[in-house]
C-alpha cells in the first residue's frame, strides 16, 4: 500500500462505485508528420505513439497505481509493477471517413458510460485511437476513472503526449521503455513499472493547512446538515431535474465554435469586464430561464483548479510540481441567481418565442451576471487556500455513506460549467528544427452523468489559435432531451450573434 485516498480522491472513488459517474475524457486530433500518414508507416506510426504513451505513463505516478479496498471507508493506493498495453491502448483503423466519425460518437459515448473493473490490478485509464488510412490526423481519447485524477490533468496528459511525440528517436531511448514481442502488435507490450511509492502525490489537504472561518465552515455544515423536512430546499435548488439513481445513461451534444470567433468572444467578454466562464453561465441561464418553466431560481457551478495555489519542491516532497502532475487538484465555487433575476429574465422573453434572440434588453442582463460570476470567481482564487471546500470535505470519513445520502436529497445545482482553458497544441521553436512534427489542432473535453450533482455539465476546451469545443452531458432520465438540445442550439447560435 502506498497511501490512502485524500478527501477528493475517496469522494470520487465513492461517486463510481455507488455508479454516480462513471468517466471523463480529454479529446484531441492530432496532425501526423508527413512521413507517418501511408498505410506502410502504420507499424512505425503505433510504436512511435506508444513509447509516447509509456513516457507519459513514467513521468505520471497516478497512471501507474491500483486502487484497494473501493467498498470500505478506507481504500489505498497500491503500486504495480507492470502495465498490459492490452487493457489500456486501442487502436482502431478504418478505410473512410464517414465510418471514422460515426464510430468517434460511438466510442465516446460507450467511453463516457463504460465502468471500470480491476481496480486493484489495472490503473484507471484508456487510451482510444481513431484512424483513417492515408489521413493526415489522428482522434486520440484519452479515458479516465475520476479518483486518478482530475480534468486539468486530462490537458496535461495530451499536453506531455505531444512534447514526447515531437522528441528525437535519441532523446526518447523507446527500444528499453516496453518489452514487445511484436513490434507491429500492441497486444504484445508490456510497460514494466517502478515503484511509485516515493512518487505519487499528496492529496492538497496534505500540501496546506485550508484555514476555514467560523462563518465559512457555519454556513458550509448548515447547508449540508440541516433538516430538509423543517427547512425545505430553496428556490434556487433545481427541483425540476429530481435525483434519479437509474438508469444511467449520458446525452451529449458538441458543437464547434471557429477561431475568429473565439477571439472575437474574448474581446466583447474584456470589454464587458468579464470571461468565457462567466458569460456561459449567464448564457445558460437566459436558456433555462426560458425552457424550465416551474423553476423560480437557480444554482450553478463553477471547478477550479488548486494547482495556483500549491507548493511546490517542499521538503517532504521535493520532487513534486503541482502544475505538472496528474492528480485530483480541483476544487468548486457555487452561484446562485435568485427569483427576482429569474423573473425579470422572464419578463423580456416572449412566452411564444420558442428560440429566442438575444435583445439589448437580455444583453442588459447577461453582461452584468456575466460580470457578477466573473468576480466570484476571482474572490475564490484571491483567497487562495483560504475558506475553500477542501477543508470542508476533510471532515468526511466515509464518503460512501455521505454520497448515499446525498442521492436522496433535492438536487442543489442546475448546470456547472467548466473550462479547461487554452491548450498550445505546436511544437516549441527548438523542436519545430526537426522533420517528424505533431500538433493538435482541436481538444475536446466530456463529462458523464454526475446522478447527484449538476442536471447540465458544460465543458468548454480550446486549442490556441484554432477551434472551441463546447459539450453539454446530462443524464438520460433526469433531464428532458429537448432541454438539452435546446440550450445547446441556444448556446451555439447566440454565441455567433456576440461575436457578429
Not at 423553476?295 to 511546490?312: E, V
Amino acid at each position: 500500500m502506498i497511501r490512502r485516498l485524500g478527501c477528493h480522491e475517496g469522494y470520487q472513488l465513492a461517486m463510481h462505485t455507488l455508479d454516480q459517474y462513471r468517466g471523463t475524457i480529454v479529446s484531441c486530433r492530432y496532425s501526423l508528420p508527413p512521413n507517418l500518414t501511408h498505410q506502410d508507416a502504420l507499424g512505425t506510426l503505433k510504436a512511435r505513439f506508444c513509447e509516447a504513451v509509456a513516457h507519459v505513463v513514467l513521468a505520471q505516478s497516478h497512471l501507474q497505481v491500483g486502487i484497494v479496498g473501493e467498498n470500505t471507508k478506507d481504500p489505498a493506493f497500491v503500486c504495480l509493477d507492470h502495465l498490459d498495453f492490452r487493457n489500456h491502448v486501442d487502436w482502431n483503423t478504418f478505410d473512410n471517413f464517414d465510418d471514422l466519425e460515426s464510430h468517434y460518437s460511438a466510442t465516446a459515448q460507450f467511453q463516457l458510460d463504460a465502468r471500470y473493473t480491476h481496480l486493484a490490478t489495472q490503473p484507471g485509464w484508456r487510451v482510444i485511437v481513431l484512424q483513417k488510412v492515408g489521413a493526415d490526423y489522428l482522434e486520440v481519447l484519452y479515458v479516465w476513472n475520476h479518483p486518478h485524477h482530475d480534468g486539468m490533468s486530462g490537458k496535461i496528459f495530451h499536453e506531455q503526449l505531444l512534447q514526447s511525440l515531437n522528441r528525437s528517436v535519441d532523446e526518447k531511448n523507446g527500444n528499453d521503455l516496453v518489452d514487445k514481442k511484436n513490434q507491429q502488435d500492441l497486444d504484445t507490450w508490456v510497460l514494466h513499472l517502478p515503484d511509485s511509492s516515493d512518487t505519487l502525490p499528496p492529496p492538497p489537504e496534505v500540501l496546506s493547512p485550508w484555514p476555514m472561518s467560523t462563518a465559512f465552515l457555519l454556513k458550509a455544515l448548515w447547508k449540508e446538515l440541516k433538516p430538509l423536512s423543517i427547512f425545505p430546499a430553496g428556490d434556487t435548488y433545481a427541483t425540476w431535474a429530481p435525483i434519479q439513481a437509474a438508469p444511467y445513461m449520458t446525452q451529449r451534444r458538441t458543437f464547434v465554435v471557429d477561431s475568429d470567433t473565439v477571439t472575437k468572444l474574448v474581446d466583447v467578454c474584456r470589454q464587458n469586464h468579464t470571461t468565457l466562464t462567466g458569460l456561459f453561465h449567464a448564457l445558460v441561464l437566459i436558456s433555462l430561464v426560458s425552457t424550465v418553466e416551474e423553476a423560480k431560481g437557480f444554482a450553478s457551478r463553477t471547478p477550479y483548479d488548486l494547482r495556483h495555489f500549491l507548493p511546490s519542491n517542499t521538503p517532504a516532497y521535493p520532487w513534486l510540481r503541482p502544475k505538472e502532475s496528474m492528480c485530483n487538484y480541483v476544487s468548486v465555487i457555487d452561484h446562485e441567481f435568485d427569483v427576482e433575476l429569474v423573473a425579470n429574465i422572464r419578463s423580456k422573453i416572449s412566452p411564444e418565442a420558442t428560440s429566442p434572440s438575444l435583445s439589448t434588453d437580455i444583453m442588459d442582463i447577461v453582461w452584468p451576471v456575466s460580470a457578477r460570476v466573473r468576480r466570484e470567481i476571482k474572490a475564490r482564487l484571491d483567497s487562495g487556500i483560504n475558506n475553500d471546500m477542501i477543508g470542508i470535505m476533510k471532515f468526511v470519513r466515509d464518503w460512501r455513506p455521505q454520497q448515499q445520502s446525498e442521492a436522496r436529497k433535492p438536487r442543489y445545482l442546475s448546470w456547472l460549467v467548466t473550462n479547461l482553458g487554452v491548450l498550445d497544441g505546436e511544437v516549441s521553436e527548438t523542436q519545430q528544427e526537426y522533420d517528424e512534427r505533431w500538433s493538435i489542432c482541436q481538444a475536446d473535453l466530456m463529462l458523464s452523468a454526475e446522478v447527484p450533482s449538476a442536471a447540465l455539465s458544460v465543458s468548454i476546451m480550446t486549442v490556441k489559435d484554432k477551434q472551441m469545443c463546447v459539450t453539454c452531458t446530462w443524464q438520460d432520465c433526469a433531464v428532458e432531451t429537448q432541454v438539452g438540445d435546446r440550450l445547446m442550439s441556444d448556446l451555439e447560435r447566440w454565441l455567433s450573434e456576440i461575436a457578429s
